[in-house]
T-cell receptor, first 114, second 113 residues
Framework: AQSVTQLGSHVSVSEGALVLLRCNYSSSVPPYLFWYVQYPNQGLQLLLKYTSAATLVKGINGFEAEFKKSETSFHLTKPSAHMSDAAEYFCAVSRTDSWGKLQFGAGTQVVVTP | SAVISQKPSRDICQRGTSLTIQCQVDSQVTMMFWYRQQPGQSLTLIATANQGSEATYESGFVIDKFPISRPNLTFSTLTVSNMSPEDSSIYLC??????????FGQGTRLTVV
């Protein structure tokens, strides 16, 4: 079965600093991996996805993630944090029984300080 | 990308009652999914709704508690039955996209008192 582990339930970054959110996965088959963002009182918005093409994936709002098979990781980064990046971020992996079904990590709450 | 509308966006309900949540998609999709997000928690898949067949429920979720309808390829409903305060959660509808991603509605924020 697939699983996702997000390291750090809360991350605090200064405005302009690097944002790094860690995600490790477990999958018996080559995975499809995703990062979603959830702003307060809103649904989930897709930031980026890995579907076995390029290992470095660029998403919206300046985010990118790198798929590293040897490390079973899919960490999310953004070079310079903005106040608007304050939100909850979820890493997810598609299940093998249906790629529309997602297994989510526990989430990481990002706080951006001035 | 699919545009998904959920109704209601939020509700406060009395324990013992039921609430039906609607999910409308702007295009035809084969499968629709219902998730629950308990306070401060991640998302957990409740069930998969296919048009023309019974919904498929995940372990820990049963049809009597969460009956689902899927009358056509653009619409589904989830009912939360005989509610208790433990059912207070955000309920989200999602559909699969053409590029292996999933798109989500804005969610229904349910508080049971």
């Amino acid at each position: 079965a697939q699983s996702v582990t997000q390291l750090g339930s809360h991350v605090s970054v200064s405005e302009g600093a690097l944002v790094l959110l860690r995600c490790n996965y477990s999958s018996s088959v080559p995975p499809y991996l995703f990062w979603y963002v959830q702003y307060p009182n809103q649904g989930l918005q897709l930031l980026l996805k890995y579907t076995s093409a390029a290992t470095l994936v660029k998403g919206i709002n300046g985010f990118e993630a790198e798929f590293k098979k040897s490390e079973t990781s899919f960490h999310l980064t953004k070079p310079s944090a903005h106040m608007s990046d304050a939100a909850e971020y979820f890493c997810a992996v598609s299940r093998t029984d249906s790629w529309g079904k997602l297994q989510f990590g526990a989430g990481t709450q990002v706080v951006v300080t001035p | 990308s699919a545009v998904i509308s959920q109704k209601p966006s939020r509700d406060i309900c009395q324990r013992g009652t039921s609430l039906t949540i609607q999910c409308q998609v702007d295009s035809q999709v084969t499968m629709m999914f219902w998730y629950r997000q308990q306070p401060g928690q991640s998302l957990t898949l409740i069930a998969t709704a296919n048009q023309g067949s019974e919904a498929t429920y995940e372990s820990g979720f049963v049809i009597d508690k969460f009956p689902i309808s899927r009358p056509n390829l653009t619409f589904s409903t989830l009912t939360v039955s005989n509610m208790s305060p433990e059912d207070s959660s955000i309920y989200l509808c999602s559909v699969d996209g053409d590029g292996y991603e999933a798109f989500f509605g804005q969610g229904t924020r349910l508080t049971v008192v």
